[in-house]
């Protein structure tokens, strides 16, 4: 028999499952989350390896979605020393790299820039030629500044990425190839800042993801687990452990991603929405052919704006531990919340905070720790709960793109709290294990490639530019872990851009695939 294992770790909790070779789950899990990730990580590990009565030498493959890489750029904790170089000289000298950067953010990797003679026109025409001897004085520079991680962007580099990947020889030629480089056009989308943002960010957080990754492999191993491990991506699709090394970034925003994966493959829905209530956020996601729906705008995270691919989602203050307060003869629920103390400082368990997860024990909703302790006015508790129900009904609203009603999936712990039945909703679905839908959707994920990027077509048909970009995006799955006898295309997207000449289209394919075994 050959199990998966899939780990998730929540801003509240930590599950974990173990699946059997016809995806039934046979052990679960849910630990608080810790403030250092990984011992949460490996108590999650620990308990549903309890819970299953199999040989850990049979556990083949390891899924694992993580925070280590939002949390240490939110927190500004163990970011790299980048060295940014541009090619972009004379063309881009008015907006410097990390312009609108934060402060903190700055100082902590260092803010080593450089700005060189390169990059192209819309078309793949140079603005002006590399001057090599330029960048050797430019990477020499960094070296001696004793940078960990190079980030390098080129104006117009998803249309030719020619200069990027000349620079980053260079880089290698001087600093060694262990030197980790992050290239903006394997990375990010048209648009140099936030292109080069996210190629930034990329490059500050290699050594986070360099340690939560073998930190997580060295404790697969110590318990007797020789299985191949994977992370998560922000698309619900899987990376190799080597590739999320080399892009961690894309790990940033999986957890939501993982809950809608989840919640298509618990459901046998694939065009629904996913509204996943934890113990403090509610996010609520859009399925598409079974896909989370991606984000049109620039994201911004950590308070730098990026444009790499992230899942289109709301996020709203409400989960099971929530605060519950009367202001001014209101009900007030969220955002503050008890969070991971949740069984500590909720009333049910002895606490002395009122919580969302109360109001629904009072409400016999769910059976959890001790009823008898909850004592409240039953008209105050059914308006807490109708306000409740409200929150997530405005938030479904704004999701939706037309006033059709729409099959709604709930998962996630906190969802205990919404009722059957909700506004705008075709059908209210709450599948077995939903409270382990996201540990679920990580370990049943395909792996994916995508590219996005700008095609002429001035004196190449739409056919054959087509044809390119589907080669390349099951390239990327292949690389990624894909098994290629698998492989199939999930998304393209084609964007004619008026405002540029030469008929110019932006063209997104995304392929997936099953692991290669």
């Not at 500004?76 to 990390?98: F, H, Q």
């Not at 404790?219 to 699709?237: C, M, P, V, W």
């Not at 909700?422 to 490639?449: D, Y």
């Amino acid at each position: 028999m050959i199990y998966r294992l899939g780990i998730d770790v929540g801003g509240t909790n930590t599950d974990a499952v173990i699946l059997d070779n016809k995806n039934n789950p046979i052990a679960k899990i849910k630990v608080p989350t810790t403030k250092d990730v990984s011992t949460g990580i490996l108590r999650a590990l620990d308990e549903v390896l309890k819970g299953a009565s199999v040989n850990p030498e049979e556990i083949k493959y390891a899924m694992l979605g993580t925070t280590h890489c939002t949390n240490a750029i939110v927190e500004r904790k163990n970011l790299a020393k980048v060295g940014i170089i541009r090619a972009g000289k004379p063309a881009t000298l008015s907006i410097k790299p990390l312009i609108s950067w934060p402060n903190d953010l700055i100082k902590e990797i260092g803010g080593y820039t450089h700005i060189v003679k390169g990059g192209h026109e819309y078309d793949g025409r140079e603005l002006s030629p590399l001057d090599e001897e330029e960048i050797r004085r430019a990477v020499e520079d960094l070296k001696k500044k004793r940078v960990e991680s190079i980030a390098i962007s080129s104006v117009f580099s998803p249309v030719n990425n020619g200069h990027e990947v000349r620079i980053s020889e260079i880089v290698n030629e001087i600093m060694g190839e262990k030197t980790p480089v992050s290239l903006s056009h394997e990375i990010g989308s048209i648009s140099l800042l936030e292109r080069e943002n996210a190629a930034v960010l990329n490059a500050a957080i290699i050594n986070v993801a360099d340690t939560a990754v073998n930190s997580f492999e060295n404790a697969l191993k110590e318990r007797g687990i020789h299985a191949s491990l994977y992370i998560t991506q922000n698309d619900g699709t899987l990376m190799s452990a080597e590739y999320a090394l080399k892009y961690p970034v894309l790990t940033i925003a999986s957890g939501p991603a993982n809950s809608l994966r989840g919640g298509t493959f618990l459901s046998g829905l694939k065009d629904a929405i996913v509204v996943d209530v934890g113990g403090t956020t509610t996010d609520i996601g859009i399925l598409l052919n079974g896909f989370p729906r991606e984000s049109a705008v620039a994201v911004e995270i950590g308070g730098v704006r990026t444009n790499f691919r992230m899942p289109d989602l709301i996020s709203i203050g409400l989960g099971g531990g929530s605060l519950v307060k009367k202001e001014d003869g209101d009900i007030r629920v969220g955002p503050q919340s008890v969070g991971y103390k949740l069984e500590k400082e909720a009333l049910v368990f002895g606490g002395n905070k009122l919580t969302a997860t109360d109001i629904a024990v009072f409400l016999n909703k769910v059976k959890l720790g001790d009823p008898s302790i909850v004592k409240l006015d039953r008209t105050f508790a059914e308006k807490v709960n109708e306000k409740i129900k409200t929150m997530a009904e405005d938030a479904i609203d704004k999701m939706k793109t037309s006033p059709e009603p729409v099959p709604v999936i709930l998962v996630g712990g906190g969802s205990i709290l919404l009722p059957d039945k909700l506004k705008s909703a075709s059908k209210v679905i709450k599948p077995s294990h939903f409270e382990v839908a996201n540990a679920i959707g990580a370990a049943i994920a395909q792996v994916s490639g995508q590219i996005d990027k700008v095609f002429s077509l001035e004196k190449r048909g739409r056919d054959e530019v087509l044809k390119e970009a589907k080669e390349t995006a099951i390239k990327e799955a292949i690389k990624a872990g894909a098994d290629p006898k698998t492989i199939e295309i999930v998304d393209v997207d084609e964007i004619p851009l008026a405002y540029l000449p030469g008929n110019a289209i932006r063209i997104r394919v995304k392929a997936a695939g099953y692991l290669k075994i």
